[in-house]
């Protein structure tokens, strides 16, 4: 009896369940030592008839091992990618990569690209050179952010000097306004971190300038502790920061703001004050604008004088390009006009008065504490 080689070390013959894409699904034979190309070759002949005429027919497609779902290799055997009997194997086409553009295709929507774009300055000055000019003499408007918050500004100082006239008689305001004055005197800005003070004192460095670099610094220790070893031999070092009494001199005028109150008590010639006019006052000074010490120094050094430094940070609420635009321009809004309302016999006026939560709202006293504290700001 004669039996071909092939036959007698063949592997061990594996029954393989075949899924095809459209569906179709059969049982295919094959030994261990079979390759994944040859195997792919019957699996086309069996389901797609004569597709194997096209050469790349078998490049097109792939199998993919349904349990552990990893395409198997064409140039290994079965027994190297671990194919075990009643596995089952999906036969899928491969998907076609995207073509290319092609250069003319690149080209003309490069060109349609060019023909929806804005034409620039010249090419309408080119476009309209024929045409005669019109309207020439018409002023040009324009529009300024700064115009609308100057704006805003006038109606909060109309509407809490409204506020302050219809709470003047009312008791829960006078006690309203004695406890945010108080609390404002407990959270005054200009109070020195003790800790980060006594660090750089620790330091070596004087209490004074050390206090002065954690003002300018905003109480980081160790940039102001750069900054006092930066302006060691600086000859202004210890003068104060701008718009900033010393301590001798906040005496001198405190000394003068008590006598005559303490005057008035013991004469008692001068009528008595409007008691929630004066709270508010007391309020209004301690939520006044305070200029950033670094945008100051940096604008003096420029040549400005100190009040029109102040004066252009308050405009410009402590913004320092748009305070030295200001100072280098026309210098609008004045800093009057920042303190001014808006004319009561105006229609603005009346129609903001004349809208109900307007009315409910200036009738609350804390109201009018976070009007001050939106026209601070």
Not at 123 to 151: C, G, K, L, W
Not at 259 to 287: C, H, N, Q, V, Y
Not at 291 to 309: P, T, Y
Not at 349 to 363: E, M, R, Y
Request: hydrophobic share 40%; charged share 30%.
């Amino acid at each position: 009896m004669f039996v071909q080689e092939e036959k007698i070390f063949a592997g061990k013959v594996l029954r393989l369940h075949i899924c095809a894409s459209d569906g179709a699904e059969w049982l295919e034979e094959a030994t261990e030592d079979t390759a994944v190309e040859k195997l792919k070759e019957r699996c086309l002949k069996h389901c797609a008839h004569g597709s194997l005429e096209d050469p790349k027919s078998v490049t097109h497609h792939k199998l993919i091992h349904a349990a552990s779902e990893r395409v198997l290799s064409d140039a290994k055997t079965i027994l190297e990618e671990n194919v075990q009997d009643q596995d089952v194997l999906l036969l899928i086409k491969k998907r076609a990569p995207t073509p290319l553009p092609k250069m003319a295709d690149v080209s003309a929507e490069e060109k349609k690209k060019q023909e929806q774009k804005a034409p620039d300055r010249e090419a309408i000055y080119r476009a309209t050179a024929s045409v005669p000019p019109h309207n020439m003499d018409r002023a040009e408007v324009q529009t300024n952010i700064r115009d609308f918050q100057t704006e805003l500004r006038k109606i909060l100082v109309s509407l809490i000097e409204v506020a302050q006239k219809l709470l003047a008689l009312n008791p829960d305001a006078v006690e309203l306004f004695k406890k945010a004055n108080a609390m404002l005197d407990e959270e005054e800005d200009g109070r020195v971190d003790e800790a980060a003070l006594r660090q750089l004192t620790e330091m070596g460095f004087p209490e004074t300038r050390a206090a002065k670099a954690l003002r300018l610094n905003h109480m980081s220790v160790p940039q102001a502790m750069e900054w006092l070893i930066e302006h060691a031999e600086d000859p202004t070092v210890d003068a104060p920061l701008p718009g900033q009494a010393s301590p001798e001199g906040a005496q001198a005028e405190a000394a003068p703001e008590a006598s005559p109150e303490a005057a008035g008590a013991s004469t008692g010639d001068e009528e008595p004050r409007d008691e929630l006019t004066e709270i508010f006052k007391k309020i209004r000074r301690k939520r006044e604008f305070r200029a950033d010490a670094r945008a100051v120094i940096s604008l003096m050094e420029m040549g400005f004088d100190e009040k029109e430094v102040m004066d252009a940070l308050r405009v410009n609420n402590n913004q320092q390009n748009a305070a030295c635009e200001w100072l280098l321009g026309d210098r609008k809004p004045s800093p009057e006009e920042l303190d001014k309302g808006i004319d009561p016999d105006s229609p603005l006026f009346q129609a903001i008065l004349d809208n109900p939560v307007v009315q409910l709202g200036l009738t609350n006293p804390k109201t009018l504490l976070e009007a001050c504290g939106i026209f601070r700001t």
